[in-house]
Every structure is written in structure tokens, then in C-alpha cells.
């Protein structure tokens, strides 16, 4: 989803000196899905952007869930009034579980391939971003949720001793690939 006044431009941004997606973006070729697990308000007035995660249960990073959270960064990038974007979630005390592990678990080495590209890809498009990027922590983030923030210029979360963050994938044997 993404809402905002006037129609998205899909427009070259060169002009104003952004490095900018090619129009077939990978990830909008690999995005089959048709839920909504991203939702972005844009504010034409302060030129920020906010984007809710709202994947229930705990916001898993699965591969639609990073499909969709990629073409919006795209999107947003693309557009030139957008300076400022703030990430957070929609469900109570998660901001994010990280990876979806059943994303990782007995699937084929192609497959599992297919995934960790989306997962760089999820972080170098944040990481990269000419836009100012803030992770405001609404919740518990581990793992993959810490990536993601991680990720951002800034980061600010909510203080409430239930929630924590950190990388603590190791602890499910899970580490990361070279990239
Ligand atoms: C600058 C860049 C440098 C690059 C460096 C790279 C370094 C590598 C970085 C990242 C690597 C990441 C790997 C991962 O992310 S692996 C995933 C690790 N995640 C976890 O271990 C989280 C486990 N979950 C929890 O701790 C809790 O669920 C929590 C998020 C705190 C929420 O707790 P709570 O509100 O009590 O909810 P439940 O535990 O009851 O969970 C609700 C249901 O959600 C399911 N669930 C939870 N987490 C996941 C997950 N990660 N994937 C898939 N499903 C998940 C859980 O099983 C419950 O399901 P159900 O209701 O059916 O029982």
C-alpha cells in the first residue's frame, strides 16, 4: 500500500542527483503476492514518510515480506519530495522477529539462495538510501529485526524492559552468508 496526494512517479531522478532503481526493479519482478504487509503514508508537507510493518503475527522477514518492504523503499526513493523515512510496526511488542525462519527450514539450497538475496537486498536498499532512515523500535526486534534497524541512520525505541534486541541468531545456528 502505499498513500499519498498525487500519483507515484515512476520518473527518472537523475536530476536531483539520486541514484535511482532501473524501472523493472528485481524485486517488483519477484513480488507475486497480493496482501499488504507494508503500509506507507507519505507527507507531502514535511516530505517523511512513515512505513508500518503490519505482518502478524511478529513481522518475520519472509520473502514477500521483503518483496514488498523493497519495492516501497524503491518507490519512495524514486520519488524526490520524499526525504525522511521512519520504519516502524503496527503489532504490539514486536517490532520485528526477524527472519521468517520457516523461510530457512528444510527448503532446497536454491531456494534458501533466493532468500538470503532478498535479505541483502532488504538491507543494502536501506543502507544505501539517499532518504534519512529511522527505525523507531516499537517493540522486541531480534535477529533480523536488529538488521534491520541496524540498518538505518537512526534509531530510537520505545523503553519497555520486555523488549529486546540483538543478534542473537546464532543461538538457532543460523549465520549469515558471505555476500
Ligand atoms: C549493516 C549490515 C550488516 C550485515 C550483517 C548481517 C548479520 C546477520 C543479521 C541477521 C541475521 C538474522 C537471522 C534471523 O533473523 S533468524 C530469526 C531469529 N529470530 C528469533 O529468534 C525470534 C524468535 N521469536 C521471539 O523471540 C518472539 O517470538 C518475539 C519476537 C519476541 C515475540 O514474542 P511473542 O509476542 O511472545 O510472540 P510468540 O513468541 O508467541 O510468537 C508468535 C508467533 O510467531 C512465530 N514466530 C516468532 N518468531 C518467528 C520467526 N522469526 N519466524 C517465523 N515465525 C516466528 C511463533 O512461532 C508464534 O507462532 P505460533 O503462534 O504459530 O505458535
Not at 151 to 156: L, Q, S, V
Amino acid at each position: 500500500m502505499y498513500a499519498r496526494s498525487g500519483l507515484l512517479s515512476q520518473r527518472s531522478c537523475s536530476s536531483h542527483g539520486r541514484e535511482c532503481a532501473t524501472p523493472v526493479l528485481a524485486a517488483q519482478r519477484r513480488n507475486n503476492s497480493t496482501a499488504t504487509k507494508i503500509a506507507v503514508e507519505f507527507d507531502q508537507s514535511t516530505g517523511v514518510a512513515v512505513m508500518r510493518l503490519q505482518g502478524p503475527p511478529v513481522n518475520s522477514l519472509s520473502l514477500d515480506f521483503l518483496t514488498e518492504l523493497c519495492i516501497n523503499v524503491e518507490k519512495l526513493e524514486m520519488d524526490k519530495n520524499c526525504r525522511g523515512l521512519i520504519l516502524t510496526s503496527s503489532q504490539p511488542k514486536v517490532f520485528s522477529a526477524g527472519l521468517d525462519i520457516m523461510e530457512i527450514y528444510g527448503k532446497s539450497p536454491e531456494r534458501c539462495g533466493e532468500f538470503w538475496r532478498a535479505v541483502q537486498e532488504m538491507w543494502l536498499k536501506l543502507y544505501g538510501s539517499s532518504m534519512v532512515t529511522i527505525a523507531a523500535i516499537n517493540g522486541s526486534s531480534p535477529a533480523g529485526g536488529c538488521l534491520m534497524s541496524m540498518t538505518c541512520d537512526y534509531r530510537i525505541m520505545a523503553d519497555n524492559p520486555r523488549y529486546s534486541i540483538g543478534l542473537n541468531e546464532t543461538q538457532l545456528g543460523i549465520v549469515a552468508p558471505f555476500w
